[in-house]
């Protein structure tokens, strides 16, 4: 009985040294996709809203302000314009996008100047300056396509957008 108990003993405190050091991150992946997909299907919620400049809230939307209020629905803080959410970040080769990563075009020749929230199966949504809140085809031939810049996989510890 006694060599049992002296077996046990260190099994049993193994057994709570491991639990202690994996148990945080257990479920961790499972979480950050459910968490992007969240901010897919928030980012989805919102089409047809009216485009308006500067617009932050449902009443109207720029792209930046679009960007804003869906991830601030999420408990994330972003930089105000499309260049400084391009600023932050962790850079996304585009074959290799999630949904709830940002994408980024120059649309006014001058560096990056819209951004959209990428929600699968190559599509984007953004606030369209003609068309308000809408979703559209990343590769898009005779627009989007040819103005991509790039993509940014935002976290919620990167020095420019964070939890609250």
Not at 16 to 35: K, R, W
Not at 78 to 105: C, I, P, Q
Request: aromatic letters at 12%; one cysteine or more.
């Amino acid at each position: 009985m006694r060599i049992l108990t002296r077996i046990q003993k260190p099994f049993a405190l193994f057994a709570i040294v491991f639990v202690l050091l994996f148990a945080p991150f257990i479920g961790q992946a499972e979480a950050s996709s459910s968490d992007t997909a969240s901010i897919s299907e928030t980012a989805s919620s919102l089409i047809g809203i009216r485009y308006a400049y500067g617009g932050t809230t449902t009443a109207g939307f720029d792209c930046s302000g679009y960007i804003n209020y869906v991830f601030n629905q999420h408990g994330i803080k972003l930089a105000r314009t499309s260049s400084g959410m391009y600023a932050s970040g962790e850079k996304v080769d585009k074959n290799d996008l999630v949904e709830g990563d940002l994408v980024f075009f120059n649309t006014s020749g001058k560096g990056v100047s819209h951004v959209g929230i990428y929600v699968g199966d190559g599509n984007f949504a953004h606030a369209s300056t003609s068309k308000g809140v809408r979703i559209d085809k990343l590769n898009d031939p005779h627009y989007w396509g040819k103005r991509y810049v790039g993509a940014k996989r935002i976290s919620g510890a990167s020095d420019v957008a964070f939890k609250n």
